[in-house]
């Protein structure tokens, strides 16, 4: 069930590959490698010169192209250069004007990506798989800074044909200066380019040192007989690329080294022949190490030194060198590439709705991109997005990351560093946690608010790591963490004890609510019961928690139900937190005096009200909330917020989310009026990661059409041609919130697996008979659904099952 991308469909695409937390790059649509971002950062707009070529001769006939499609029509006009002719002074150039294949099309299939190359006038057909290894419960072999690229060629001809396959690259490891014209000067960037066991190794500088300066990739072809040129055509202006073309096109494959290392750029050639009917693979890989980078983020005590300790990652801890990368990485890729196509074979088994598995399989990306960093001890850290050229909003954001579902089900022993962090570097001794972590991880200042909702989703997730891991020492630890930090946000944010957050609480809105409302306090219910549920196993008293769930519960089902959807009470007069007005305009005061604190929802139907009841649902906690209620919440949010076409839709905030005649999920509308002056500050836009939420919410209550019409919206707006489906983005590319896609899993079909119990719980509400992938701590596989009858297929490690549950 993988969508196939052809045309103009091609031109957004951006497929990362590479381990989480080490860097990547993205294969394009066409079969180019750009947003090269191997440096611990992002960098979006880094096409590096490289490409890959096949000439071939038939009869008398020979034919060369570059092994990618047609250049995409962004890159040709509007862009920064196009005043020269995309024409570059580094003695490269852009490969655009070269001949290439004149289609192709692009199927996604997580790990892998897998292009076909078509022209009618092509003596091979030709194909190109791109791959990084990604195996559940695996984390090391998943976190690899090394990538392939599988070339295949086929003679479907009645005629051998002779062949060459090429690849040639300039020094990206020592990004030269953007300029715009050419220049007949030979002005090579500071590194080499040299030959390292049959490969090409690009370094920066060329000796290896104590800063964030040095990086090094090495790039091999898995063949006995490979061809090695780092001595390329030392000419200025167009020349090097100029004379490499020439000797392509001719079937030539130079070897030949220069001994400074200083050659314009270096090639890896293979030559073959394919008789009639036969087919040859051939694999490129990538191995990088950048060791140390200048990231340090978050607090900073008074008087520390100057030297202060900076990021490095987890590879630099294991490996010394790309070298040692390669030899892992070569050594073990067939069982790599083995394991790693087993689990997608298993993902890709699942009968979700298409557009469901869509979403689901292409968010997975978002693991494969410089969002996620993995410190040497292992320990991850995350952006909630990547910038152009940084990270956007820096912490492990717990508001934000408390809707990826991903993590703690594929790799549940790093999902469990965000937990470590959160309890102990990011909690003081009064158990109030900040929200955003520094990097390195490290003692948090305690300098702005807690989050309320990341906060207390980090205790509903305490208990949902304790069911996949079926450990209970684990939450014997961190009991008395967990209890201080709960206390926090009793005596914080409900100081009258009446189960709801009334007291200003900050959110994943940024802002603070300010009294009572459904979408905060659906956290603290969550979190009530989910310590409540903790501390009875490990035998503590938990009566006031309990008694604070029943008042909460009650309290949101009667006085922030409107007979419709849950709301806010907003209120600031009666509360004990100062209402300040000092230091505004005149004109916000009069309206702040008028309509009380600015960004808030009030009487407002907002998209992801209820989200303490989903992540309730996910992490295993069942309801905490009138079903009947929540459902009627949820078809609220369908019927006032979908919006098949937004042009008359006014969004004066970040419009590029969604616009015009798309269709899209808005964040809160107020179809019973009462919409404040200035609404809380994202309320008009469309986030992809609040779709999945609500759309898995309503597969929850068997609200199959609803929610397949709001995920389908979003799909079409990330077609290839206007957005990359691989990236769907809210403050940053690859958005961690977009992760709650991964919950469509559990949320079609019921399936979820409690090591604690060892049973497995399964429901036929949105599907009589289905196959739907599971990972556990343990094993994973898939589970399938029919005549009633729950079989589980385990493909790798263990899934012990003592009792199969069939729920409604």
């Known amino acids: 069930m993988s969508k196939i991308y052809r045309g103009r469909n091609l031109e957004q695409i951006s497929f990362p590959v590479g381990g989480i937390g080490a860097g990547m790059f993205c294969v394009e649509g066409t079969g180019a490698i750009g947003s090269l971002s191997l440096r611990g950062a ?35 006009f509007g862009g920064r250069g196009t005043l020269s002719g995309l024409g570059t002074n580094n003695q490269f150039g852009k490969t655009y004007g070269l001949p290439r294949f004149r289609s192709n099309t692009f199927t996604g299939k997580f790990p892998f990506a897998k292009l076909e190359f078509l022209d009618e006038g092509s003596p091979l057909k030709a194909s190109m798989t791109a791959f990084s290894p990604f195996i559940p419960g695996s984390e090391d072999d998943s976190c690899l800074p090394a990538a392939t690229l599988r070339y295949a060629f086929e003679n479907a001809g009645d005629s051998p044909v002779e062949a060459v396959y090429s690849f040639h690259t300039a020094n990206f490891m020592a990004r030269p200066e953007d300029k715009w014209f050419p220049s007949p000067v030979l002005d090579l960037p500071k590194g080499t380019i040299t030959q390292e066991g049959g490969g090409l190794l690009l370094a920066c500088p060329a000796e290896k040192e104590d800063t964030a300066a040095f990086g090094q990739c090495l790039i091999h072809v898995e063949e006995k007989g490979a061809l090695v040129n780092t001595d390329w055509f030392p000419s200025g202006w167009f020349d090097p690329l100029t004379m490499l073309w020439k000797e392509l096109s001719e079937g030539g494959a ?3 080294s220069r001994p400074d290392g200083r050659s314009p750029g ?22 990088w190490y950048v060791p140390r980078t200048n990231l340090r983020l978050g607090y900073e005590e008074e008087g520390e030194p100057e030297g202060k300790e900076t990021y490095s990652p987890w590879y630099a801890g294991k490996f010394s060198c790309a070298g040692e990368v390669m030899d892992y990485y070569r050594g073990n890729f067939r069982r790599l590439w083995e394991e790693s196509e087993a689990f997608s074979e298993a993902m890709y088994a699942s009968t979700l709705p298409e557009e469901a598995m869509d979403a ?14 993995r410190q040497t001890d292992g320990r991850l850290w995350a952006w909630e997005g990547c910038c152009d050229d940084t990270g956007s909003c820096h912490g492990s954001c717990t508001h934000v990351w408390n809707y990826a579902q991903a993590l703690c089900h594929l790799f549940p022993r790093l999902e469990r560093t965000f937990r470590e962090t959160e309890f102990h570097e990011n909690q003081n001794s009064e158990g109030r946690q900040e929200f955003r972590a520094s990097l390195p991880i490290r003692p948090s200042g305690f300098t702005f608010h807690a989050a309320s909702d990341g906060q207390l989703g980090g205790i509903m997730k305490m208990y949902r790591e304790w069911r996949i891991g079926g450990d209970i020492g684990f939450i014997q630890e961190y009991w008395p963490l967990m209890k201080k930090s709960i206390d926090y946000c009793i005596g914080a944010w409900d100081r009258d004890r009446e189960g ?85 305009p005149e004109a916000v005061r009069a309206l702040m005096e008028r309509e009380g604190p600015k960004y808030q929802y009030g009487s407002g139907c907002i998209s992801d009200g209820v989200t303490g009841a989903w ?13 009947e209620k929540v459902k009627s919440h949820l078809l609220a949010v369908y019927r006032h917020n979908f919006k098949r076409d937004l042009t008359e839709h006014a969004n004066p905030q970040r419009p590029g989310y969604a616009l015009g005649s798309e269709g899209g999920l808005v964040l809160c509308t107020w179809p019973r009026g009462g919409r404040p002056s200035l609404p809380f500050v994202y309320s008009d836009e469309v986030w992809t990661g609040i779709e999945h939420q609500a759309a898995a919410h309503l597969m929850m209550f068997g609200c199959l059409k609803e929610a397949k019409d709001i995920i389908s919206a979003g799909r079409a707006r990330y077609d290839g041609a206007r957005r990359n489906p691989f990236d769907e983005y809210e403050c940053g590319h690859w958005y961690a919130r ?10 079609y079909t019921g399936v979820r697996y409690d090591a604690v119990e060892r049973t497995l719980y399964v429901s036929g509400r949105n599907a009589g008979e289905y196959t739907v992938f599971l990972s556990t701590a343990t094993g994973y596989g898939t589970v399938t659904l029919k005549d009633g009858r729950a079989q589980l297929k385990t493909v790798r490690g263990e899934i012990p099952v003592e009792r199969v549950v069939l729920e409604p």
């Open 738 to 747: 977009a992760l709650s896609s991964y919950s469509y899993l559990q949320a």
């Open 615 to 627: 992540l309730a649902r996910v992490c295993g906690l069942g309801d905490i909330l009138d079903p």
């Open 500 to 584: 709801v957050l009334r007291e200003p609480h900050h959110n994943t809105y940024d802002i603070e609510f300010w009294g009572a409302d459904g979408m905060c306090s659906s956290f603290y219910l969550g979190a009530l019961k989910a310590i409540s549920l903790m501390g009875r196993a490990l035998g503590e008293d938990t009566s006031e928690y309990e008694l604070l769930y029943r008042r909460g519960r009650e309290y949101l089902e009667t006085k922030l139900f409107n007979g419709e959807y849950f709301i806010q009470q907003v209120e600031w007069e009666t509360l004990r937190a100062p209402f300040g007005l000092d230091g505004e």
């Open 360 to 373: 689901l399989a292409s968010n997975l990306s978002i693991l494969k991109t410089p969002t996620i960093l």
């Open 266 to 287: 270096g090639s890896l050639a293979v030559r073959f022949v394919l008789a009639p009917g036969e087919s040859r693979e051939i694999d490129l890989h990538f191995a």
């Open 42 to 76: 992002p960098d979006i707009f880094y096409e590096p010169e490289c490409f890959s070529a096949i000439y071939a001769r038939r009869d008398e006939r020979s034919w060369a192209r570059v092994l990618e499609g047609p250049v995409p029509g962004r890159k040709i």
């Open 254 to 256: 130079p070897e030949g």
